[in-house]
């Protein structure tokens, strides 16, 4: 969803629902399996309202910049690895946590001083 956008998933469903039976009719069941486990999931998700990209992420750029990120690419990197860990983990799509996140980077992986925050 992320990477297709979550306005598109449906049509993405129809359409492999549709090439499913472009194959040998035996292989018919198991295909469509998966796909049903693939709209599962979607609904699941959007049930949930979890984040699926980066403008729902409980923080922006701005709180970044304000702890001491510098604007370009430093900073697109952080948000990326942020919506990456909030993915994996949706539970992790709070603001405290994502700021400590962002700080922890900051201070050591990218070497920057202490923030300012």
Same mark, same amino acid.
């Given at each position: 969803? %992320? +990477?297709?956008?979550?306005? *598109?998933?449906? @049509?993405?469903? &129809?359409? +492999?629902?549709?090439?499913?039976?472009? =194959?040998?009719?035996?292989?018919?069941?198991?295909?469509? /399996? +998966?796909?049903?486990?693939?709209?599962?999931?979607?609904? =699941?998700?959007?049930?949930?309202?979890?984040?699926?990209?980066?403008? +729902?992420?409980?923080?922006?750029?701005?709180?970044?910049? #304000?702890?001491?990120?510098? &604007?370009? @690419?430093?900073?697109?990197?952080?948000? %990326? /690895?942020?919506?990456?860990?909030?993915?994996?983990?949706? !539970?992790? %799509? !709070? /603001?405290?946590?994502?700021? #400590?996140?962002? /700080?922890? *980077?900051?201070?050591?992986? =990218?070497?920057?001083?202490?923030?300012?925050?």
């Amino acid at each position: 969803m %992320n +990477q297709v956008g979550a306005e *598109w998933i449906e @049509p993405l469903l &129809a359409v +492999q629902r549709g090439d499913v039976y472009g =194959h040998k009719p035996e292989l018919w069941e198991d295909m469509l /399996r +998966q796909v049903d486990r693939m709209e599962a999931r979607y609904r =699941h998700i959007m049930e949930q309202n979890q984040c699926v990209s980066m403008k +729902q992420l409980a923080i922006g750029g701005r709180d970044l910049l #304000a702890m001491g990120y510098p &604007a370009g @690419p430093k900073l697109g990197e952080a948000l %990326n /690895r942020l919506l990456g860990e909030v993915l994996e983990e949706p !539970t992790a %799509n !709070t /603001r405290e946590y994502l700021l #400590a996140r962002g /700080r922890q *980077w900051l201070q050591e992986q =990218h070497g920057f001083p202490n923030s300012r925050e």
